[in-house]
């Protein structure tokens, strides 16, 4: 592993996470919502409801105007929680929230780069610390410019972890590897989020591929949207992560003015549990 | 700020115009984007490309167009002598089919099947639909709902050319969202889809190709004010949008210190009527990273991109090349704005006193032209980038001066 990568990144609580669940057997189940979608007050019920009801890791979403990789029911989300008046300072503030109730669920922020930067990216990282951040994943900072924020964030300990597709060939295999920390992310199809679903035989070899070259452990996202789905990636990776299946879940809670209908948090944790019984049960 | 020997080596290998620029795309797309520079890189090198270009541009297109002395207009403002470089009567009649060649015949180099491409007013649209009919590749031309509705002539053009115009329903459904949009279809096929991008901004290499491909504006330019006037011009001006025409033509002179230049910014009803009321990205906003690059974008405290507004579509992009933050920053380039009305007077200046109706986006190059040619001698040879033609516009001005066609 990299000489930049600290105690914080190498032995945080995403290391720690794998750790615990590779000791118990099992892959682990990530989940993906927006910050402040809906609105903070629903966000918050179902983030903090989320690890009971089974994930194991957090990704929360940091709303950008413009997010250029992901479909339609991410983009309605993200466009959400910008209505409801989520910046990245109340994003941070969730995840303080958060914090206050759970100590071992990491959180990882994922969004795009330019809120990251208009906040100041030293400024940014050391108000993510503080809040519990554990790492970030930010779509549109490939290798090439691992100087923004990758290099940055790994100083100050906290995860970059680095998306991998099915365009990254051998050669940029190693560059995409390098600086990345926490896990890796294999996104299984080329395409945007909420879309396809890939081809369990090829996601399998994917994940084989990435295996032979990394101790990281390996997660695999993009066209989950069922418990059967997400049973059939935790067989041949680490992590199956869900993102738009759950978004769509919550956008189907709210009422003809955009607003939360009562039981919409539940609702939402309800399907988590299907997932997370997905998952727990697929190597058994 | 030091003063680097040349102006025209940029960028750096890694598409950095000073701190703007870069490549700043999703991991998926990145392959792709490295693809593009080494085929573009090969092409530069094989003189074969340069002849195709040429030979296009001059049968197709039928350059070179004229550098026309805008005599009347010259006595009208009582100043500088104005010269037009007439763009606008270009094949498709904008600048925009210039980079539509060069980038089309990359393309089929590459092997590509497919060519997506975004657009604003419809200009970039329908020069890329021509160039695909003639190339016979499939053509899919995404625009915001928006713009479709007030640009409807032009998205009739892309039908009967033979493009599938895609509606953008997200965000404000204007320029930046077809972009994004675009960018959505790239990373979803990425094994023979060509993304054809409009203007001298999106990821390295872009803006430089699409600068390189438009700086026959400038080249010319060059040669014909040598053939008229035995010397360089003094002053340039050009519109700015994404970049591409100001870049074209103020390429081949960077290295020059006799000749100004100055780039007009959009400032819709004015820039000091707060940042949702203009598109000037430079003179009202700051440094960013969208669609690929490190540029000035008009956003908010937060970072969150900021819808623009000018009367012409082809302005309203909330970002600019990174080229021109950079040419801004070390004031190599002047940058400044013209407002709706500026332009619409500029606009109707123009046709009466040249016959010439030119595009919107034009005209706000010759609404600086108005007021600083007054104040210069008579030998202050000007020259201004008459980018395209304004028979799209018809409509919008109609409107706004009230006329119901
Ligand atoms: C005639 C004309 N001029 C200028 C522009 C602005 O683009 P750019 O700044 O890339 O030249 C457009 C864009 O649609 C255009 O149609």
Same mark, same amino acid.
């Given at each position: 592993?990299?000489?930049?990568?600290?105690?914080? @990144?190498? #032995?945080?609580?995403?290391?720690?996470? &794998?750790?615990?669940?590779?000791?118990?057997?099992?892959?682990?189940?990530?989940? &993906?919502?927006?910050?402040?979608?809906?609105?903070?007050?629903?966000?918050?019920?179902?983030?903090?409801?989320?690890?009971?009801? *089974?994930?194991?890791?957090?990704?929360?979403?940091?709303?950008?105007?413009?997010?250029?990789?992901?479909?339609?029911?991410?983009?309605?989300?993200?466009?959400?929680?910008?209505?409801?008046? =989520?910046?990245?300072?109340?994003?941070?503030?969730?995840?303080?929230?958060?914090?206050? =109730?759970?100590?071992? =669920?990491?959180?990882?922020?994922?969004?795009?780069?330019?809120?990251?930067?208009?906040?100041?990216?030293? %400024?940014?990282?050391?108000?993510?610390?503080?809040?519990?951040?554990?790492?970030?994943?930010?779509?549109?900072?490939?290798?090439?410019?691992?100087?923004?924020?990758?290099?940055?964030?790994?100083?100050?300990? @906290?995860?970059?972890?680095?998306?991998?597709?099915? =365009?990254?060939?051998?050669?940029?295999?190693?560059?995409?590897?390098?600086?990345?920390?926490?896990?890796?992310?294999?996104?299984?199809?080329?395409?945007?989020?909420?879309?396809?679903?890939?081809? #369990?035989?090829?996601?399998?070899?994917?994940?084989?591929?990435?295996?032979?070259?990394?101790?990281?452990?390996?997660?695999?996202?993009?066209?989950?949207?069922?418990?059967?789905?997400?049973?059939?990636?935790?067989?041949?990776?680490?992590?199956?992560?869900?993102?738009?299946?759950?978004?769509?879940?919550?956008?189907?809670?709210?009422?003809?003015?955009?607003?939360? %209908?009562?039981?919409?948090?539940?609702?939402?944790?309800?399907?988590?549990?299907?997932?997370? *019984?997905?998952?727990?049960?697929? %190597?058994? | 700020?030091?003063?680097?020997?040349?102006?025209?080596?940029?960028?750096?290998?890694?598409?950095?115009?000073?701190?703007?620029?870069?490549?700043?795309?999703?991991?998926?797309?990145?392959?792709?984007?490295?693809?593009?520079?080494?085929?573009?890189?090969?092409?530069?090198?094989?003189?074969?490309?340069?002849?195709?270009?040429?030979?296009?541009?001059?049968?197709?297109?039928?350059?070179?167009?004229?550098?026309?002395?805008?005599?009347?207009?010259?006595?009208?403002?009582?100043?500088?002598?104005?010269?037009?470089?007439?763009?606008?009567?270009?094949?498709?009649?904008?600048?925009?089919?210039?980079?539509?060649?060069?980038?089309?015949?990359?393309?089929?180099?590459?092997?590509?099947?497919?060519?997506?491409?975004?657009?604003?007013?419809?200009?970039?649209?329908?020069?890329?639909?021509? +160039?695909?009919?003639?190339?016979?590749?499939?053509?899919?031309?995404?625009?915001?709902?928006?713009?479709?509705?007030?640009?409807?002539?032009?998205?009739?053009?892309?039908?009967?050319?033979?493009?599938?115009?895609?509606?953008?329903?997200?965000?404000?459904?204007?320029?930046?969202?077809?972009?994004?949009?675009?960018?959505?279809?790239?990373?979803?096929?990425?094994?023979?889809?060509?993304?054809?991008?409009?203007?001298?901004?999106?990821?390295?290499?872009?803006?430089?190709?699409?600068?390189?491909?438009? !700086?026959?504006?400038?080249?010319?330019?060059?040669?014909?004010?040598?053939?008229?006037?035995?010397?360089?011009?003094?002053?340039?001006?050009?519109?700015?949008?994404?970049?591409?025409?100001?870049?074209?033509?103020?390429?081949?002179?960077?290295?020059?210190? !006799?000749?100004?230049?100055?780039?007009?910014?959009?400032?819709?009803?004015?820039?000091?009527?707060?940042?949702?009321?203009?598109?000037?990205?430079?003179?009202?906003?700051?440094?960013?990273?969208?669609?690929?690059?490190?540029?000035?974008?008009?956003?908010?405290?937060?970072?969150?991109?900021?819808?623009?507004?000018?009367?012409?579509?082809?302005?309203?992009?909330?970002?600019?090349?990174?080229?021109?933050?950079?040419?801004?920053?070390?004031?190599?380039?002047?940058?400044?704005?013209?407002?709706?009305?500026?332009?619409?007077?500029?606009?109707?200046?123009?046709?009466?006193?040249?016959?010439?109706?030119?595009?919107?986006?034009?005209?706000?190059?010759?609404?600086?032209?108005?007021?600083?040619?007054?104040?210069?001698?008579?030998?202050?040879?000007?020259?201004?980038?008459? !980018?395209?033609?304004?028979?799209?516009?018809?409509? !919008?001005?109609?409107?706004?001066?009230? +006329?119901?066609?």
């Amino acid at each position: 592993m990299s000489a930049l990568n600290d105690k914080a @990144v190498d #032995n945080g609580r995403i290391a720690r996470r &794998f750790a615990a669940l590779k000791a118990e057997g099992r892959a682990g189940l990530v989940t &993906f919502i927006t910050a402040g979608d809906p609105d903070l007050e629903t966000c918050r019920a179902v983030l903090h409801g989320l690890p009971a009801a *089974g994930a194991d890791l957090i990704e929360l979403g940091l709303p950008f105007s413009d997010p250029m990789a992901d479909g339609p029911a991410i983009q309605a989300a993200s466009l959400r929680a910008l209505h409801a008046g =989520t910046t990245a300072r109340k994003t941070l503030d969730l995840v303080r929230g958060f914090r206050a =109730t759970d100590a071992d =669920t990491p959180i990882i922020l994922m969004g795009y780069y330019n809120p990251i930067h208009a906040y100041g990216v030293d %400024r940014f990282l050391a108000d993510a610390i503080e809040a519990g951040v554990d790492g970030l994943i930010v779509v549109d900072l490939p290798p090439e410019e691992d100087e923004e924020l990758c290099i940055p964030a790994l100083k100050a300990g @906290v995860n970059f972890i680095r998306l991998a597709t099915p =365009t990254t060939d051998e050669k940029r295999l190693p560059a995409v590897l390098q600086n990345t920390s926490g896990f890796v992310y294999y996104v299984s199809i080329a395409g945007i989020t909420g879309t396809a679903s890939a081809d #369990n035989a090829a996601v399998g070899a994917a994940v084989d591929r990435l295996k032979s070259r990394t101790d990281l452990p390996v997660a695999v996202g993009f066209g989950i949207k069922t418990p059967e789905q997400a049973a059939n990636i935790a067989r041949v990776a680490d992590a199956a992560v869900v993102g738009s299946a759950i978004v769509t879940r919550l956008a189907d809670g709210l009422d003809a003015d955009g607003k939360a %209908r009562p039981g919409l948090a539940e609702d939402v944790l309800g399907f988590v549990r299907e997932l997370a *019984g997905g998952v727990r049960g697929a %190597r058994a | 700020m030091t003063r680097p020997n040349t102006f025209r080596s940029g960028p750096d290998e890694r598409g950095h115009f000073g701190i703007y620029g870069g490549r700043f795309v999703a991991e998926t797309l990145m392959p792709l984007i490295l693809e593009v520079e080494k085929a573009y890189r090969e092409a530069r090198a094989d003189p074969a490309f340069e002849g195709a270009i040429r030979e296009q541009l001059k049968q197709y297109v039928g350059r070179p167009n004229p550098l026309y002395y805008a005599e009347r207009l010259t006595e009208k403002l009582g100043g500088a002598k104005i010269y037009f470089k007439r763009e606008e009567l270009n094949h498709t009649g904008a600048h925009k089919i210039n980079n539509c060649i060069g980038q089309i015949l990359l393309a089929r180099r590459m092997g590509k099947k497919r060519i997506i491409a975004e657009t604003g007013a419809g200009q970039h649209g329908v020069a890329t639909a021509t +160039v695909c009919a003639l190339f016979d590749m499939p053509c899919v031309i995404y625009m915001g709902e928006t713009d479709i509705a007030r640009q409807q002539p032009n998205v009739f053009r892309m039908k009967l050319l033979g493009a599938e115009v895609v509606p953008v329903t997200s965000g404000a459904r204007t320029l930046k969202d077809a972009m994004n949009e675009a960018l959505r279809d790239w990373v979803t096929n990425v094994a023979d889809t060509y993304y054809l991008i409009g203007t001298a901004a999106g990821p390295h290499p872009y803006p430089a190709m699409v600068r390189d491909f438009q !700086s026959v504006i400038g080249d010319e330019v060059r040669v014909q004010m040598q053939e008229l006037e035995g010397r360089l011009p003094d002053s340039l001006v050009a519109c700015v949008g994404g970049g591409s025409n100001a870049i074209g033509l103020f390429h081949p002179f960077l290295d020059d210190p !006799s000749v100004q230049m100055v780039a007009v910014e959009a400032a819709g009803h004015g820039i000091d009527k707060g940042p949702l009321a203009h598109a000037a990205s430079i003179t009202g906003g700051r440094p960013g990273v969208l669609h690929g690059n490190r540029t000035y974008l008009l956003q908010d405290e937060d970072g969150q991109i900021l819808e623009g507004h000018s009367i012409s579509a082809g302005l309203d992009y909330p970002g600019v090349g990174p080229e021109h933050s950079w040419l801004h920053d070390i004031g190599r380039v002047e940058y400044v704005s013209a407002t709706d009305q500026e332009t619409l007077d500029a606009f109707q200046l123009c046709a009466r006193t040249e016959g010439i109706i030119p595009a919107l986006e034009s005209a706000h190059a010759l609404a600086e032209i108005v007021k600083r040619a007054p104040k210069l001698p008579k030998d202050h040879l000007m020259v201004l980038c008459l !980018s395209g033609r304004g028979d799209k516009d018809i409509f !919008s001005v109609a409107q706004h001066l009230g +006329v119901k066609l």
